[in-house]
Nanobody, 127 residues
Framework: QLHLVESGGGLVQPGGSLRLSCLISGSIDSPYAVAWFRQVPGKEREGVSCISGTGIQTFYTDSVKGRFTISRNDGNNTVDLQMDNLQPEDTGIYLC????????????????????WGQGTQVTVSS
């Protein structure tokens, strides 16, 4: 069973940057795709970025392309999300999620019920 812990959130002004990290621990017996979602009160949870189990393929929702970069370091068991040129609409709770099925997670942005979620980290973009 996996355990995910997010870190790196905070308050930043528009145009600023943050780097989120998702630390993965537990029974890592095979490659997992890992995605970042964000949750805003009153809105559906939105997939932001995803990376394949091998780290070769990356996926981004249109609103963050060119500003966010996802990467994974299997030596440290982390998946990071570098967020540049942040805007107020990027505000939300960012959660990482891991699943063995890459297609449902990274293409459909629809994690299976058995996917593992972290608790989230708050990102606030405000002047």
């Amino acid at each position: 069973q996996l355990h995910l812990v997010e870190s790196g959130g905070g308050l930043v002004q528009p145009g600023g940057s943050l780097r989120l990290s998702c630390l993965i621990s537990g029974s890592i017996d095979s490659p997992y795709a890992v995605a970042w979602f964000r949750q805003v009160p009153g809105k559906e949870r939105e997939g932001v970025s995803c990376i394949s189990g091998t780290g070769i393929q990356t996926f981004y929702t249109d609103s963050v392309k060119g500003r966010f970069t996802i990467s994974r370091n299997d030596g440290n068991n982390t998946v990071d999300l570098q967020m540049d040129n942040l805007q107020p609409e990027d505000t939300g709770i960012y959660l990482c999620v891991a699943d063995k099925l890459q297609y449902s997670l990274c293409v459909k942005w629809d994690p299976r019920p058995g996917a593992t979620w972290g608790q989230g980290t708050q990102v606030t973009v405000s002047s």
